[in-house]
């Protein structure tokens, strides 16, 4: 009976070690595997739309030739998440790609109106757990005005003109999906010399309004 005790324990050990193996594994897993933050809705393939109003006012203005070419602007915009969220410190942020569709009525100066398009990359700068998250924004595109057709103006001279964009503005998180969004930009539109009448307009202006992500 002595004999057999030993053996018994042996046995009883050599069965129980590999259930204790998984059982400090698993605690390790625990352990060492860190918490990682949810960056919703910064992360690749969350979609963003935008609706915004606001209004511009050239800054290069002169009696002749140079009136005042000062409009209202509402904007409609689709994004998409292009990348997770990378990097550290502040730079930490994500890259977002955006279709912009715009117009709105000129309230001083040549015309009566203008209607366009855009594409607009924005780098958005996000911190774990941040309410508010600025962003960087670029933007190229088209539009119609009628302003061309005052001949009293060397500003606009064709019907359809370019435009270029830079913006700075933040985006103030009310929840997960809705945020109250505000920006401050630069607007430049010309028609890159392809008329003589061709000085273009450049304008500073903010849009506000709220955005929802999904």
């Known amino acids: 009976m ?3 005790l030993p053996a018994s324990i042996l046995s009883a050990l050599v069965l129980l070690a590999p259930g204790a193996a998984r059982a400090g594994e698993a605690a390790g897993k625990n352990i060492s595997t860190p918490v990682v933050e949810c960056d919703y809705p910064f992360q690749k393939g969350t979609m963003e739309f935008d609706a915004l109003a606001g209004f511009f006012a050239s800054v290069t203005t002169t009696p002749v030739g140079h009136p005042a070419f000062n409009y209202e602007l509402q904007a409609l915009r689709l994004g998409y998440m292009l990348t997770n969220v990378h990097y550290s410190g502040l ?3 994500n890259y977002e790609l ?3 569709a715009f117009g709105g009525p000129v309230y001083q100066g040549p ?5 366009g398009g855009a594409v607009q990359l924005r780098y958005n700068f996000v911190q774990p757990r941040a309410k508010l998250v600025p962003y960087a924004q670029l933007g190229f595109g088209g539009l119609y005005s009628d302003a061309h057709a005052n001949p009293d103006q060397i500003e606009l001279g064709s019907p359809g003109e370019f435009t270029e964009q ?8 009310l ?5 109250l969004s505000g920006e401050y930009g630069f607007r430049h539109i010309s028609n890159a010399g392809i008329t003589h009448r061709n000085t273009g307009v450049n304008s500073l202006g903010g849009l506000f ?3 929802y992500f999904f």
């Open 209 to 211: 309004g709220l955005s």
């Open 175 to 179: 929840t997960k999906r809705l945020a």
């Open 91 to 93: 730079l930490r942020g």
């Open 98 to 100: 955006f279709l912009e």
């Open 111 to 115: 015309g009566n109106y203008l209607v």
């Open 2 to 4: 002595n004999r057999l």
């Open 166 to 173: 830079l913006s700075l503005g933040l985006n103030y998180f």
